[in-house]
């Protein structure tokens, strides 16, 4: 995958632009004591544990900041790597390279743990054809990166923001006091827009699909439920499942029926993917 075609450049640059004044890379002592402003050489980000990889090019919108590098991929987002595999090499200034070190690896660490996480859900659940969705909780300021991440590892974007669908969840049925006639005003207003409602009793369901909308969340019920839900849903809409589902018990929900299965620890509790960056003296 090509990050460059998922985020905008100047999206991805400010992004970036933070992390750098963040870590006050420009005044790296320690660099600038030990390493001659002139010494060129070379370094390679090496696989220290197997996975999805996510993020490589970031490597390049950093670089460009400190100045003129090349950088070579050996290896592409999405692609599977093992223990020991050099993802790409830099050639360059010391100086730039070992103050953007740490910088480029946590971008990449964590984008590729968040691909790895996803792709083992993926793989779980693709023999019943259901899609594996990431939600809105994301690291403030990252959702564009960590949302890239998650297609790398197979995985489909729900909602990038709040304009993207109209979503009713609980709270919002709460103060509407389940009085769902504001639906078909919001269809007359947003007919482009996709219309989801959070149900987590089958009593709302059927409320519910009296109603222009384009897909239920079963909310937090167990799979007994959710077979019953689907029943009377009758593929009258599409249904996405969620709450508290995890790599321990996302095969009890490998149920005919199921369109998607939105999984918040895609981006909230994932490990970071081990990476490390080895340099090379010209």
Do not use: W
């Amino acid at each position: 995958m090509n990050i460059f075609k998922h985020i905008n450049h100047n999206v991805l640059e400010n992004i970036v632009i933070e992390a750098i004044k963040e870590d006050k890379a420009f005044s790296d002592i320690t660099t600038q004591m030990c390493v001659p402003e002139d010494t060129e050489g070379k370094a390679y980000i090496i696989a220290k544990e197997s996975g999805i990889i996510s993020g490589i090019q970031i490597a390049e919108v950093v670089l460009q900041v400190f100045g003129v590098y090349v950088v070579n991929y050996e290896k592409e987002d999405g692609n599977h790597i093992k223990i020991g595999d050099r993802l790409l090499c830099i050639k360059g200034k010391m100086r730039g390279i070992l103050s953007a070190e740490r910088i480029i690896l946590n971008f990449i660490q964590r984008m590729s743990g968040i691909s790895t996480i996803t792709n083992q859900f993926v793989k779980i659940v693709e023999s019943k054809n259901i899609k594996i969705l990431d939600t809105r909780k994301t690291t403030p300021g990252m959702r564009y990166v960590e949302k890239y991440a998650v297609m790398c590892g197979g995985g489909i974007n729900h909602r990038m923001d709040l304009f993207d669908e109209v979503m009713i969840k609980d709270n919002h049925l709460k103060m509407m006091n389940n009085d769902l006639d504001v639906i078909r005003r919001m269809k007359n207003k947003y007919p482009d827009k996709q219309i989801v409602v959070e149900a987590d009793n089958l009593a709302l369901i059927n409320k519910i699909l009296k109603y222009p909308i384009d897909r239920i969340m079963l909310d937090n019920m167990e799979p007994s439920i959710i077979k019953k839900a689907i029943k009377i849903i009758n593929k009258n809409c599409e249904i996405e499942v969620s709450g508290n589902i995890n790599m321990d018990n996302v095969k009890e929900y490998l149920i005919n029926g199921i369109d998607y299965i939105s999984i918040g620890k895609l981006t909230h509790s994932f490990k970071s993917l081990d990476l490390s960056m080895k340099v090379q003296n010209d």
